[in-house]
């Protein structure tokens, strides 16, 4: 009886959760300029509903692996996989899965400790062939990832295998990151931006002698988003939706490939949609995961963690891939290249305008100064003149002659 009244009791806060979300979608000016309920069935529901049906195509991890290189269990000795996220969930069986045919697998995770401990209880229970090298990052720090690079790069070792596995769900409200940045697209975009601009030129240089690939994890809420602004990324604390804003930020996962394939010619990039799999991601959102996780509505397009990692892994090994990539090919789920529903297939200057503006926002943690002050919403230049007047005032008291090019330059920054 307590079972019983356990599950109903997720079944009406999942429906619940599903009744206000339907509503913003209808109602909502902000949201709905981001995702409206016609894009969340034409995007987010249209997968799970493909890939509920053609689910019998999607194999377990060890069996896409075993699919391409049988029974060798040296066949990936000599290439180098860095996860994001490998302690846990999905990057844990992949990293488990690399590592059992030979590779040497960069965990990159936010507790060393933890992650030592998890990878001895994975050597207890069997035999790995591939080596792991434990590196910290905390991804919702931009300033972490440059001295996280640094270690790495100290190793000297190639990199075949870049997969951008870690991130959050729908926190409940507006967080910020340590630089100010709305925290889920902070941790789940800017963070691995700027992990993967640091990483290229050793991507580029291992590409010079074998294939190099970058897996991304997105998903089939970014599938429900048909516009945003490049400019308000990170969204503004009073334009917030739990929603629409990770629908924006899986979106963005799948530009950044896009961006990736488009201009990297020797570098496969790929998006995954992995599944609806309970890993404990939007822990913190009782609504959100009661729907996705919990209550039996969503119950048939679930996937376990075996299942949920073989679509990664397959962008990461299978030679199909090297010719789904000749023909343009960038987004999967299922371990099958797929159609790319609404923003996700659509609009090349959104590719390039997102570039632009990640690019903009983590240049002061690349180990250079930014060429021009950041634009965060709210941040106009004409403060930055002022901020910056402010610093040279004592230097134009000493120097009077200064004072004319300076007063034409502030007109430059002068609103029209």
Excluded at 141 to 164: R, T
Excluded at 211 to 220: K, Q
Excluded at 284 to 309: D, E, H, I, Q
Excluded at 403 to 412: C, E, F, V
Aim: proline share 5%; aromatic share 8%.
């Amino acid at each position: 009886m307590g079972a019983v009244a356990s599950a109903l009791k997720e079944e009406v806060i999942a429906y619940s959760y599903l009744a206000r979300l339907v509503k913003q979608l209808l109602l909502d000016p902000t949201v709905r300029s981001k995702t409206t309920l016609l894009t969340f069935f034409s995007g987010f529901m249209s997968i799970a509903v493909d890939e509920m049906i053609h689910q019998s195509q999607c194999r377990t991890c060890e069996e896409v692996l075993e699919n391409v290189y049988g029974k060798d269990l040296f066949a990936l000795q000599g290439k180098v996989a860095l996860i994001t996220g490998a302690s846990n969930g999905l990057g844990l069986e992949n990293a488990r899965c690399l590592m059992k045919y030979g590779c040497h697998v960069i965990w990159a995770v936010r507790s060393p400790d933890k992650a030592a401990s998890v990878l001895n209880q994975l050597e207890k229970k069997e035999k790995l062939t591939g080596k792991a090298t434990i590196l910290k990052i905390e991804l919702s720090d931009l300033s972490s990832v440059k001295p996280f690079v640094e270690s790495f790069l100290a190793l000297n070792l190639p990199l075949h295998y870049l997969i951008c596995n870690a991130g959050i769900m729908s926190p409940t409200e507006w967080l910020p990151s340590k630089q100010g940045f709305e925290l889920q697209f902070a941790t789940n975009n800017l963070s691995h931006f700027l992990l993967t601009e640091l990483l290229m030129p050793k991507l580029k240089e291992t590409a010079k002698t074998g294939e190099v690939r970058v897996v991304i994890l997105s998903s089939l809420a970014g599938a429900s988003c048909y516009n945003f602004d490049p400019a308000k990324i990170p969204c503004p604390q009073e334009e917030y939706n739990e929603f629409s804003e990770y629908a924006v930020s899986k979106a963005v996962d799948c530009l950044h490939a896009r961006h990736i394939q488009k201009h990297e010619k020797n570098i496969i990039a790929c998006a995954v949609h992995p599944g609806i799999i309970g890993t404990g991601l939007g822990g913190g959102n009782r609504g959100l995961t009661s729907l996705l996780y919990n209550g039996m509505t969503m119950a048939m397009f679930r996937k376990p963690v075996t299942k949920g990692a073989a679509t990664t892994m397959y962008c990461t090994v299978s030679p199909d891939v090297t010719e789904h990539s000749q023909k343009g090919a960038f987004f999967y789920f299922n371990c099958a290249s797929q159609r790319p529903r609404n923003i996700l297939g659509a609009r090349d200057d959104l590719v390039e305008k997102c570039h632009q503006r990640q690019l903009e926002l983590v240049k002061p943690f690349m180990g250079h100064a930014p060429e021009k002050p950041i634009s965060r919403p709210g941040h106009s230049e004409t403060e930055a003149w002022r901020q910056l007047g402010d610093k040279a005032a004592p230097l134009l008291q000493a120097a009077p002659f200064l004072n004319k090019p300076l007063d034409m330059a502030k007109g430059w920054f002068q609103p029209a």
